[in-house]
């Protein structure tokens, strides 16, 4: 089975300081993990995605991730916040196994404010 | 490449209707998937299919179902609509939907009201 938590529901940051947004999962197998954002009645886009390649993964815009297996975490970073990236953004998992075809498992969002 | 299409964008239906969403995914996408996001269940999934098969399922009554056709497009349909199936249906394809780390690329949504 596969879960993920995502530990802060809101995040609030001034324009041009770091974004940290944490993650948190679950998977009976080797998890694929992403981060999707939505913006306001836009739909799902794709920031990154991990493949099991690098623990460190870049994104779009400059957004990364590090895949930690031993704290199960795959938390999302920014060195710089842009008013441009204030959306909600979803941490995904899909187990690599089992029954998981086509299923990704989506968090309950973190909704970003980026202040002038 | 077009991205994934949804047919309609907003739906106004009343309870006990039933209601058809359709989606076409990318070209050369063989796996589609639905979803359903409300703001108190967040996104959940619905099913998958692949190769007009149903792979998987998720928690959702039998009021909810699907399929796909042989050029890839789906549609899902729901039955004796209730006032809690008011949405934001979202549909994804991918390549293979497989284990193999293909990410899903997601349509804009159909917005369903259920009066």
């Known amino acids: 089975a596969q879960s993920v938590t995502q530990l802060d529901s809101h995040v609030s940051v001034s324009e041009g300081t770091p974004v940290l947004l944490r993650c948190n999962y679950s998977?009976?197998?080797?998890?694929?993990l992403f981060w999707y954002v939505q913006h306001p009645n836009k739909g799902l886009q794709l920031l990154l995605k991990?493949?099991?390649?690098?623990?460190l993964v870049k994104g779009i815009n400059g957004f990364e991730a590090e895949f930690k297996k031993s704290e199960t975490s795959f938390h999302l970073t920014k060195p710089s916040a842009h008013m441009s990236d204030a959306a909600e953004y979803f941490c995904?998992?899909?187990?690599?196994?089992?029954?998981?075809?086509?299923?990704?498992?989506f968090g309950q969002g973190t909704i970003l404010t980026v202040h002038p | 490449k077009a991205g994934v299409t949804q047919t309609p964008r907003y739906l106004i239906k009343t309870r006990g209707q039933q209601v058809t969403l359709s989606c076409s995914p990318i070209?050369?996408?063989?796996?589609v998937s639905w979803y359903q996001q409300t703001p108190g269940q967040g996104l959940q999934f619905l099913f998958e299919?692949?190769?007009?098969?149903?792979?998987n399922k998720g928690n959702f009554p039998g009021r909810f179902s699907g399929r796909q056709f042989s050029n890839s497009r789906s549609e899902m349909n729901v039955s004796t609509l209730e006032l809690g199936d008011s949405a934001l249906y979202l549909c994804?394809?991918?390549?293979?939907?497989?284990?193999?780390?293909?990410?899903?690329?997601f349509g804009p949504g159909t917005r369903l009201t259920v009066l």
């Open positions: 070209s050369g996408h063989r796996s």
């Open positions: 998977s009976s197998y080797s998890p694929s």
């Open positions: 991990y493949t099991s390649a690098a623990t």
């Open positions: 995904v998992v899909s187990d690599q196994g089992g029954t998981s075809y086509g299923k990704l498992t």
């Open positions: 994804a394809s991918s390549l293979r939907g497989g284990w193999d780390y293909n990410e899903q690329f």
């Open positions: 299919y692949f190769s007009e098969t149903q792979r």
